[in-house]
């Protein structure tokens, strides 16, 4: 790929002059791993539950490392995820999925998340599918998006509800890294026999101390699992014979511009149809009867799946990984007022962009893997993103325009200070990819 190297000057730098205050964040992280602390007294519910199951599952599944000091509600979500495991109900394995995905459940077995641990990627070590473990043996070149950075789907699945969040788009259902430990999870032989045989030795010898017994935690995204949705493909159908009526198709549009902002901006590899969700509650037209009470119509969409986002490379192709959203006859219809109000005074905000990137890295440096070159040039491709987006929504542009500009990549020079105190020669540097992408409708 060529370049084109342009001075910036439509994204301004931080300077001396700029009325932007400079300040310092004092935001708390969202994730704090800490070793897994075996809590004593873990209440059991069950009588009749194996003791070797109880012993197995107390100390591992309780943690502290899933608290969130500013998200009370999510931590309990989590918790309760905890206890129903400890309890015997399991997480389950989503069977379509492409890695290891599980719904996990309270302890009425109804789903309140969906896991995806980190090493059940298609690049983990773990990765339960035997068709994906073949295609990466034998074919390792071809395996995985070249442009992204490999095994970190976690880390991008909560980047993306971090990004939703900031933006205040709502459309992404609240998903944090946390750690969980089940039978259910895929396994290597060796954990499970490692597992086993201190819980043999144990019983054995009850006085033997092991920091951990039990199967290890896995570290992965947890999202808050959403009710009554199905794939937006199974809706988009309907809608083709059976259109919204137009107020709903208003709330719609509104929606899917969101998802349209979102996807741009994290430049999501993997939006098929299938990776977002509708819920539709259509207007009832059946004769009242006596006790009826009136349904909320409406019309909610919601992204999940957003684990192949964050690249550190803009794709070579854009045909390779298409938004397919851009083939839909909304894609034409140019950004409402409502979309552009909401997310262009926040993207023009250099100080708002510069808080987004410290929070994911305060996010991302958790993984093992973390690079900070990667990271950077991850952060370099999503102000290039921010950068056309602005243009975009200021110009009175669709998405389908939107999706047609040049991909830029706007980098921080390397002398600036980094940290959470801005400093005032930070600079930035915008480079043109030499080749449009080609948009076409097929
Ligand atoms: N947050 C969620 N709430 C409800 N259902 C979900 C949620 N996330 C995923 N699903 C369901 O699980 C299926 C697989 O999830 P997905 O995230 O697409 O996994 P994969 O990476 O394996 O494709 C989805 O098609 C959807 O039906
Ligand atoms: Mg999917």
Known sequence: MSVDETPLTTFPSFNSSSSQPIHILTSVPDVTFVPAIPLPNIPSFRENQPLLQRMESSSETYCNCNSFADDPEFTSIVKDAEFAIVNDVLPERIYQGSSGSYFVKNLDGVSIGVFKPKDEEPYGRLNPKWTKWMHKLCCPCCFGRSCLVPNQGYLSEAGASLVDQKLQLNIVPKTKV??????????????????????????????????????????????????????????????????????????????????????????????????????????????????????????????????????????????????????????KIPFSSETRDLVLPQLSDMNFVQDLCEELHDLFKADRGFDRNAFEKQMSVMRGQILNLTQALKDGKSPVQLVQMTPVIVERSKTGVRGRIRAINDSFTQTFQNKAPFFSWC
């Open 178 to 331: 946390v750690r969980l430990t089940s039978e259910t999870f895929n396994y290597s032989a060796i954990d499970r026999a490692k597992s086993r045989s201190k819980i043999n030795l144990l019983q054995r010898f009850p006085n033997l101390h092991f920091n951990r017994i039990g199967l290890p935690p896995k570290v992965g995204s947890f999202q808050l699992f959403v009710d009554g949705y199905k794939d937006a493909d199974f809706w988009l159908k309907k809608f083709e014979s059976d259109p919204l009526p137009e107020d709903l198709q208003r709330q719609f549009q509104l929606q899917f511009e969101r998802l349209v902002v979102l996807d741009y901006i994290i430049r999501n590899t993997d939006r098929g149809n299938d990776n977002w969700l509708i819920k539709y509650v259509k207007p009832d037209t059946s004769p009242r009867k006596e006790n009826f009470v009136e349904r909320k119509v409406e019309v909610k969409l919601v992204a999940i799946d957003n684990g192949l986002a964050f690249p550190f490379k803009h794709p070579d192709s854009w045909r390779a990984y298409p938004y397919y959203w851009a083939w839909l006859p909304i894609a």
